[in-house]
């Protein structure tokens, strides 16, 4: 069985702020972790995924997150956040054909 | 390159009235995949195909939702008859084969919002 937990499901932060959006999973198979941005009224993209090898995996629009397996999660960080990061942002642990997606959590960019 | 198109992009009907959605994949994505996503809550895995043959469709509500990939390329989902609990956005995605080299990414489409009355 897996499943993903997203810990927050609001975060506000300031622009130019780091932020961090925490994720953490249960899967009793090979984990392969991913996470999805979704701006409204528009499909879901793939920011980044963790299929195997290095931890700390980069993604688009710099983003990265890094993979913790004794503390089964897979946090999501940027350094410094821009107001077109507004967005919903979803965690998903999966085999290639079964994503579960966790809750998501919107991210609000303040001016 | 195109991506996954979908219509219509909302969909206004009473319960009990049927209701389709259309969705185009990416040109030569071979696997489709049919989400549900509930307000406040991620997608949820309906149904996949791989061309037009049925991987997993254990999550499907048989008894009133439907699916085919005739020619495997575009799909239609059905839902007869709609309930209220059905309101929700239907993602469309699409992949390059399962077992294919590496792990296909999902490219999803914008979604029909589905509202029922």
Known sequence: AQSVTQL????????EAPVELRCNYSSSVSVYLFWYVQYPNQGLQLL?????????????????????KSQ?????????????????????????NNLFFGTGTRLTVIP | EAG????????????????????NPISGHATLYWYQQIL?????????FQNNGVVDDSQLPKDRFSAERLKGV??????QPAKLEDSAVYLCASSQALGDRGFPEQFFGPG??????
């Open chain 1, 8 to 15: 927050d499901s609001q975060v506000p932060v300031f622009e």
């Open chain 1, 72 to 96: 089964t999660s897979f946090h999501l960080r940027k350094p410094s956040v821009h107001i077109s990061d507004t967005a919903e942002y979803f965690c998903a642990v999966g085999p290639a």
């Open chain 2, 74 to 79: 575009d799909s239609t989902l059905k839902i």
């Open chain 2, 40 to 48: 406040g809550q991620g997608p949820k895995l309906l149904i996949q």
């Open chain 2, 112 to 117: 029909t919002r589905l509202t029922v009355l």
């Open chain 1, 48 to 68: 980044l995924k963790y299929l195997s090898g290095s931890t700390l995996v980069k993604g688009i629009n710099g983003f990265e997150a890094e993979f913790n």
């Open chain 2, 4 to 23: 996954v198109a979908q219509s219509p992009r909302y969909k206004i009907i009473e319960k009990r009235q049927s209701v389709a959605f259309w969705c």
